[in-house]
């Protein structure tokens, strides 16, 4: 028996069938040419991809890249958009009373305006032929204009979820920063605090400072209510400056010289406002469904004024009665909860890098041409 394999001097395994990845075996190596093939064109056309997604942004600012790629998420415009409307439907109808101001809508009925009782209270809106009638969201049991009330409360709820977003977003970043920035006993002390708010619940939390702030009017309600739900973005920004800290152009501005304050305000939290702004938002929806729970537990914004949940808690025993009492007030409360958090899911899309970008319809059209490019591998020429 000839000894053909070396490592095998018996000569037994000789006649045990090879692998097909052996380039001996018949198809073998054509079988190997043609995976190999198969992914370099895969490989292609991804590179192609890429390319013609950097050139679409080729010459553009940080900022007008996030720009471009928050319009063309299509949910978060339409949000946008329903949001923008329900804003200036609701200043636009019963206009603006505060802070000095005393500018009429165009309704022509008062929120706390009493009138005689049409229609058995029912909504006069139709929809064909359209008509906005005398009162289309109907009346209270007193006679009410349920469309100038609903419109007072989304302007309230749209004020106090503005302003928790706000002081919530600013001490969130603030507290955040310092402790992943400093670290040592400044983290642990600015953490502990943190802890302590976290391990209340949130609900009694704000029910019970709401029962003290209830009197002093919306805007001291959304300032306290600011203060307890800074939390979460604190822990966010955290960890994200504990990661950008040791970054190259931090470790730069360092040897520059450049202070602490400048190197946390001017270079890390830049770097953090996907993390930010993506927060914001979602406290903010989170914000009106808190507000509303106050407010319905008469913890809220307190009579004459109103809200969308001082309303729901208002109408809540005529709910067999009267249903539309109801309607429209939690139709608003949705609308405005969901379009926030639409447009916190094109934000967060547009800031994260690594999620797969929208391209026009130009970068469409030569990413599809690239992709439809033959890839049947060409034969090789006959030795």
């Known amino acids: 028996m000839t000894d053909n394999n070396p490592q095998d001097p018996t000569g037994l395994n000789d006649n045990i069938p090879r692998m097909r990845s052996d380039s001996t075996f018949p198809g073998g190596e054509s079988t190997d040419r043609g995976l190999d093939v198969s992914a370099e064109i895969t490989g292609a056309v991804e590179r192609s991809e890429n390319a013609i997604e950097m050139k679409e942004v080729e010459g553009l600012s940080q900022g007008k890249i996030i720009f471009r790629r928050f319009i063309r998420h299509k949910g978060a415009m339409i949000s946008l958009v329903i949001l923008l409307l329900i804003v200036v439907l609701s200043y ?12 009429p809508g165009w309704w022509k009925y008062s929120y706390t305006q009493i009138n005689p009782i049409v229609n058995n209270t029912q909504p006069t809106l ?8 005398e009162h289309p969201f109907g009346q209270d049991e007193v006679g009410r204009d349920v469309f100038a009330e609903v419109m007072r409360g989304t302007q309230q709820s749209i004020m106090i979820i503005v302003v928790i977003g706000l002081v919530s977003t600013t001490i969130g970043a603030v507290v955040g920063a310092c402790a ?7 983290d642990g ?3 502990r605090m943190t802890d ?29 209510l600011g203060l307890l739900l800074w939390t979460s973005l604190a822990r966010l920004v955290r960890g994200e400056v504990l990661a950008l800290r040791e970054r190259e152009f931090v470790e730069a501005a360092r040897v520059a010289g450049a202070s602490n304050r400048r190197i946390m305000f001017k270079h890390i939290l830049p770097n953090a406002a996907g993390v930010i702004i993506v927060s914001a938002t979602l406290t903010m929806s989170a914000a009106i469904l808190l507000e509303a729970a106050l407010s319905y537990l008469g913890l809220g914004v307190q009579p004459p004024d109103v809200s969308l949940g001082s309303l729901m808690n208002l109408y809540q025993n005529a709910f067999e009665t009267r249903p539309w009492l109801f309607w429209y007030t939690g139709v608003f409360i949705i ?4 379009t926030i958090n639409f447009i916190g899911d094109g934000l967060r899309d ?23 490019k033959p890839s049947t591998p060409q034969p090789e020429p006959a030795a």
């Open 350 to 372: 547009a800031f994260d890098p690594r999620q797969r970008r929208v391209l026009n319809r130009k970068a469409k059209a030569a990413q599809t041409a690239a992709r439809e």
């Open 196 to 224: 302590m708010v976290i391990i209340v619940p949130l609900i009694l939390l704000a029910a019970i400072v709401g029962r003290y702030a209830a009197g002093s009017g919306s805007f001291v309600l959304a300032l306290i």
């Open 335 to 338: 609308l405005i909860a969901l």
């Open 189 to 191: 002390l600015l953490m």
């Open 92 to 103: 636009s109808a019963v206009g603006i009373h505060a802070l000095g101001l005393n500018i």
């Open 180 to 186: 992943g920035y400093f670290g040592g006993r400044i």
């Open 126 to 133: 139709t929809l064909w032929p359209f008509s906005l009638g």
